[in-house]
């Protein structure tokens, strides 16, 4: 079974339009785009798990795969955009979702093949043996990380936040997990209340003591600094294509 990342970049994504960085040109030069973050659980059987939606092209992606179902962190654009042609599909697909009477769009007008599915926090799921739980984080919008269970490995998947609750950070530092992703959107030098940054995001990795850690959904300008002075972190940005077997 592998966990691969659709994409690990921000709203922008990386080439970012029109910027002219190194990050965006050397993308540009080996035909990289990587867009918002998004991720899929692929089962023994070809069928997948979709952890956000986060573009359009998901769907091309996806075109002749069973998606078993699509675990919803909240309803940005960046996270969630791919719906909008999922919901034509012939099949119906479970869509489970933070508690957000306001959805995105027309999507909750016009659900079609979506059955929006609301998880209360730390409620799990359970589809072929694997159990995902619905871990609530702080955002500017309801949002939920979601931490799942394979036969062999744990693994949490946690963009978007600025803040872990209490609640949350003393169960994610209950479970034994192998593989942590977490949003560190920007360097320390950018204040925000809706991201975590490098520095932040370390200090919850380093609390919550996974056997790895990762960072994600950062833009072009975040990763910039890092780029220019090959200054190494100690957990690393992964890229577009990233993936583990678990
Ligand atoms: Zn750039
Ligand atoms: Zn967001
Ligand atoms: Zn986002």
């Known amino acids: 079974m592998k966990f691969e990342f659709l994409g690990t970049a921000d709203t922008g994504g990386i080439p970012r339009h029109q910027c002219h960085c190194m990050i965006c040109e050397e993308a540009r030069t080996k035909g990289i785009n990587n867009r918002s973050t998004s991720a899929f659980l692929e089962l023994d059987d070809g069928s997948v798990i979709l952890f956000d939606a986060g573009y359009d092209t998901v769907c091309d992606r996806f075109n002749t795969t069973r998606i078993r179902a699509v675990f919803l962190t909240h309803f940005h654009a960046d996270h969630c955009l791919g719906l909008i042609r999922l919901r034509k599909s012939v099949d119906g697909i479970n869509c489970y979702i933070p508690d957000d009477t306001q959805g995105f769009g027309d999507l909750f007008m016009h659900k079609d093949s979506i059955n929006y599915q609301v998880l209360e926090p730390f409620e799990s799921i359970e589809i072929e043996g694997i159990k995902i739980v619905a871990v609530p984080l702080i955002h500017s919008k309801l949002t939920h990380g979601y931490v799942f269970f394979t036969k062999n490995n744990v693994v949490a998947y946690l963009t978007d936040c600025a803040s872990i609750p209490a609640a ?79």
């Open 168 to 246: 949350s950070l003393a169960y994610l530092q209950s479970q034994t997990i192998d593989h942590l992703f977490i949003d560190a959107a920007y360097s320390p030098s950018f204040e925000s209340k809706k991201h975590l940054n490098w520095e932040s995001a370390r200090e919850y990795i380093d609390q919550i003591s996974p056997k790895n850690g990762y960072f994600i959904h950062a833009s072009c300008q975040t990763l910039l600094p890092l780029y220019k002075s090959s200054k190494s972190l100690k957990y690393p940005y992964i890229d577009k294509g990233f993936r583990i077997e678990v």
